[in-house]
């Protein structure tokens, strides 16, 4: 095993935190850009187990359960670093090896975790400083998950030991198909001299000298002139957006570079037929705040995610299909689903007890396939009787014994396991992307606490998903754009100079772009443009503005899109626009503020721009971008089915067109089915051109044409 003693590179990466260069440097962790994510070969359906948590002896009992029910993978040992390490290095993996041995000999595959986001309490007790300090002095303690300082030298120290013993010891088992690295990692907003010293030094590397720094930033405001890199004033007070964004850049660099860390020291273990990868975080819509998916990604075989959605009477599916979308953009590929709900998800008993209804959970879980998931599982096999999640229930309740969600689980593994050969690795293509930005993320909580960019958002993909507009995701750093039709831009607040001129060539090259209101208003130093307002975008938008205003909601003197008339709003904010060369398509009923157009369409190079200046209801959002997909030809009235159903078109491994039918409601739905002669698979019936399909409530049909 490779060790501090005769290895330079991590030598060299504790003589760097000795020093207080905190940051991890790219040289230390360099790794193989991975490209393309990892084949499967079969789609997997299964959960996280967690053995040691069972109130009494019952492996056995489970796999005999798991079998019944056809579940092929499952999870393991993230939460368990004081079951592996119960004292400083004692290390134990017998109990965890009679739980792979029993997974392997049942035919279960298994992923194991790195169990680094939660630390046992002799680390605690040893090494107080471990726990992290937040902003202003607010302190975590022990007793959660993700309190730990993850630049603390100590911490990172019995991190590495770990992660090489686990890897070490699995990779050499036949079971484990993957390692997932350390669990919905963050920077646990530490705010400690290690993340501190690593910011100063993060600084140096990036703006080289201090005059540069006071230039980006604006520091002459207020008279907070750097000189020296020794006077940087901390996080805690700072008012400045520019010192904000950037710290908020640092937190994701740092996680970032953390996990790329872990990443290594997994590969340099794990056999050529295993992957790596880690659960991205879905719950809070988009968690790019916690650090670059997108880079991330590049050094692991395949993305994942873990998602929870609605159920019930508000079950809609969105959270399934947006999670879906921005995870499998990150490798623009198949991803897995390394948790979702199973029953309830709620931390406490009464809240959030909302297990889904009949039918809702087989819907999810195809849906989640039909997106491009090759994984399916949910958190957890069985529900904790201890602890703070113990009515974040699993498969099986309390009582351990199956119920109406393990039948229906059942039903639907039965049908994954038949229909896998088929579907395994299908490819989506889509001819819309909205565009997402972490800068922007923060840059539009900067500039206004209580604007939500995220939110911005999940409207306009709402937009798309609803009408069943195939959408990817496309980031700052993708260097192009022209695979795709249209292009959404949500308040796009904060971009370089480069990014603004992309999205100009784009649209000059033929492409077509809805910008929401901010974008292009500040430089990527979140400082504003001294230029034209929208600053880089006046010649492709078509118009100039000076002046912007908080509004109530107000409606549109026009009623261009036909919707109903109390839907044909906006609010909340607004910009004086003044076109040029943009063509107006919509003013607002106010004496003063009507005198500005709303949204305006303009014409450049052999392209498009929509700009919206203010904030639109969600049926105005949804009328602009469905109008401009029905202009474009990737909307079609007749043959585009809209919510509740749902239709997703893929290619299969073996190049045939696979159309996914979903029906979200409680009523029985019939379909025209306007695709060439095929199969429905999961009844094995024919179906033919301009034929019909009918779906039960929470019903799927999927259909493989047969040429």
């Known amino acids: 095993m490779m060790n501090l003693t005769n290895s330079k590179s991590l030598l060299r990466f504790y003589l760097i935190l000795a020093t207080t260069f905190i940051f991890f440097s790219g040289a230390l962790i360099s790794l193989p850009v991975v490209s393309q994510p990892m084949k499967m070969d079969k789609i997997l359906y299964g959960a996280a187990y967690y053995h040691e948590n069972m109130p009494y002896e019952r492996l056995d009992e489970d796999i005999k359960m798991m079998k019944a029910a056809g579940l092929s993978v499952v999870r393991v040992g993230e939460s368990s670093w004081a079951n592996f390490e119960p004292e400083d290095g004692v290390f134990e993996f017998a109990w965890m090896d009679r739980i792979v041995d029993k997974m392997h000999a049942a035919g279960i595959k298994v992923i194991m975790g790195t169990p680094t986001y939660s630390i046992p309490t002799w680390m605690a007790a040893k090494h107080p400083d471990i726990i992290a300090t937040k902003l202003k002095g607010e302190k975590h303690y022990y007793g959660v998950r993700q309190n730990m300082d993850i630049l603390n030298p100590q911490f990172l120290k019995y991190a590495e030991r770990i992660v090489r013993k686990m890897a070490e010891h699995y990779a050499k088992h036949p079971a484990v198909i993957g390692f997932q690295v350390d669990n919905e990692t963050t920077s646990n907003e530490a705010n400690t001299s290690y993340f501190f010293n690593g910011f100063v030094s993060y600084l140096k590397e990036k703006y080289k000298t201090t005059e540069a720094l006071n230039k980006a930033w604006g520091n002459n405001y207020w008279g907070m002139q750097i000189y020296k890199w020794e006077d940087m004033p901390t996080r805690d007070g700072a008012t400045n957006p520019s010192y904000k964004v950037e710290w908020e850049r640092f937190y994701r660099k740092t996680t970032t570079e953390y996990l790329k860390w872990q990443t290594k020291l997994v590969a340099e273990y794990k056999r050529k037929d295993q992957f790596s990868t880690h659960c991205f975080n879905m719950i809070w819509i ?4 916690s650090f670059d998916q997108v880079e991330v990604s590049k050094t692991m075989e395949v993305a994942s995610l873990n998602v929870y959605h609605d159920v019930q009477d508000g079950m809609e599916g969105q959270g399934i299909a947006i999670g879906g979308d921005f995870t499998r953009s990150f490798k623009r590929g198949n991803y897995l689903v390394t948790e979702t709900n199973a029953q309830a998800t709620d931390f406490g008993s009464a809240s959030s007890q909302n297990p889904p209804f009949e039918g809702q959970l087989r819907l999810n879980a195809w849906h989640h396939i039909a997106t491009g998931a090759n994984m399916v599982e949910y958190w957890h096999w069985h529900s904790n009787h201890n602890g703070n999640e113990m009515f974040w229930r699993g498969i099986l309740s309390h009582d351990m014994k199956p119920n109406r969600v393990y039948k229906e689980f059942q039903q639907t593994a039965q049908e994954i396991n038949r229909l896998s050969p088929i579907l395994v ?4 293509k889509a001819d819309v992307a909205i565009l997402y930005s972490s800068d922007s993320h923060f840059g539009n909580t900067a500039m206004d606490p209580g604007f939500n960019y995220d939110w911005e958002i999940l409207r306009m993909h709402k937009a798309l998903y609803k009408n069943n507009i195939a959408t990817d995701f496309v980031y700052p750093e993708n260097t192009n754009y022209s695979n795709y039709k249209l292009i959404v831009v949500p308040s796009l607040v904060m971009a370089s100079d480069s990014l603004l001129a992309k999205l100009v060539r784009y649209v000059k090259a033929g492409g077509n772009v809805i910008f ?6 500040c430089n990527e130093f979140m400082g504003a443009r001294h230029t034209d307002q929208p600053g880089g975008l006046t010649a492709v938008c078509g118009f100039t503005y000076q002046e912007m205003s908080k509004i109530p909601k107000l409606s549109l003197v026009e009623n261009p899109y036909n919707i109903a008339p109390e839907n044909n709003k906006v609010e909340t904010w607004f910009e004086y626009l003044v076109p040029t060369t943009a063509k107006p398509i919509a003013y607002i009923q106010h004496k003063e503020w009507g005198k500005y157009p709303a949204i305006v369409s303009n014409k450049f190079g052999l392209g498009t721009a929509i700009y919206e200046g203010t904030i639109l209801s969600d049926e105005l959002q949804e009328a602009v971008i469905l109008s401009k ?31 996914f039918y979903m ?27 301009n034929g019909s399909l009918s779906l039960a409530p929470w019903g799927v049909a999927i259909v493989e044409e047969s040429k």
């Open 516 to 521: 929401g209101p901010r974008s292009g208003y």
């Open 663 to 689: 029906n979200y409601s409680d009523k029985l739905q019939e379909v025209k089915y306007y695709f060439a002669n095929g199969k429905e698979l999961l009844s094995s019936k024919p179906v033919v051109a």
């Open 629 to 659: 997909c029905k202009e474009i030809g990737i909307y079609n009235a007749e043959k585009n089915l809209k919510f509740p159903m749902l239709q997703k078109n893929s290619i299969s491994a073996s190049g045939k067109a696979i159309h």
């Open 286 to 289: 988009f968690p790019n705040s």
């Open 425 to 428: 690795n299908h490819q989506k």
